[in-house]
């Protein structure tokens, strides 16, 4: 039974489109017994389980087996009985994709955590499995992962073939002017900004087909199906969900007016609050607070995930502002907490940097704000160019 798995596994793991090396590969603790890899569609899950298959297996010992819940056999058979018969073949690693297919998967995989007791378990599927109800019999064991779309220095390391290296925000800080330097002898970020923002994000930007066209479908994908199904609502539901997130993403950008939203799509507050919490889970739209505060609570700002759906989203062109917020927003999100500016600053990172963002030279500058340019190469004092921020993961 298990043969026919590990010849598909073998055959994708040889042939997987997996050019760039993502910086979560090394930030996931694979030695945990049971592993999440969620994020939203198309931003290389699969990929990116097969190039760990390949990376850390010898095909020859069979002790690892990638399996694809989309096949027609896990309908029809238990995954329990599977992962039984896996581990009684000497098998210790079962990386599942597409895990939400099953239902009640939190519940089997607990099952298969408490059975298998030797088994080693990493699964992939959809940014919204971490906050369904589905999750709670395993909320205790499970280690969940992020895998967010190409950062700047990812997109431009397969695009033009090069090992650019990742910095941090201290380091962006501290010696922003040498780093630019250093990343210039290779290549000039300034003239890649435009594709990124445009269409970087998501890898599927490789795939000949119209982008734009491919990302609404994943969009539409994440609400008719990840939405709805992970979060066991009814389908009447699904239309206010859309037109809810239209208008957000269409809107000021300032803190929503719950109660315009409301009577727009013809629900309660509290239905309109619910629904901007699915948004969010599912990787579209990204709320800013002020400090301290979080869902349930009002943000104070509405942006899109990322830069890519601004454009496919928005019907003519998108502010340059919207956009360099958005990027910067998305870029530390990764590994930072990004809140609510003052009157000084568009954000505040962490809880105490204070950032501007600009598209051009300020007229005024605090000591304690650093000024993000969208519109420069190099930087130089508290001014460093938007790009950099792209090299963060």
Known sequence: MLEPFFRIQDYLAERVNAPVRRTLMDEVNWNDRLIGIVGFKGVGKTSFLLRYVRENFSVRERKCLYINLSNLYFHSNSLLEFAQDFVASGGTTLVIDDLQRIPEWGKTLREMYDRCTKLRIIFAGS?????????????????????????????????????LKTYTIREIQNRHERIANEVMEQVRPMEHMKGYLHHGYYPFFLEQRLFTEHLIDAVNHMMEVDILHLHGLEFKHLE??????????????????????????????????????YLTDAGLMSPVYRDGETFPKKPTRMLLDNTNLTYAVLPEKPDTQILIETFFRSALSYHHNVETGDRSSTFIVDGTQRFRLTTEEPKRRATDVIYVRGDIGKGIDQEIPLWMYGFLY
């Open 127 to 163: 940014s919204v499995m971490e906050y369904s109800p589905e999750s709670e019999p395993v909320a205790d064991v499970m280690h969940c992962y992020t895998l967010k779309g190409f950062s700047l220095r990812e997109f431009l390391n397969l695009k033009l073939n090069l090992k």
């Open 240 to 277: 206010r969900i859309k037109r809810l997130f239209y208008s957000l993403a269409t809107g000021d950008t300032g803190a929503p007016n719950v109660s315009q939203l409301a009577t727009d799509a013809c629900t309660s507050r509290t239905t309109v609050m619910n629904c901007i919490k």
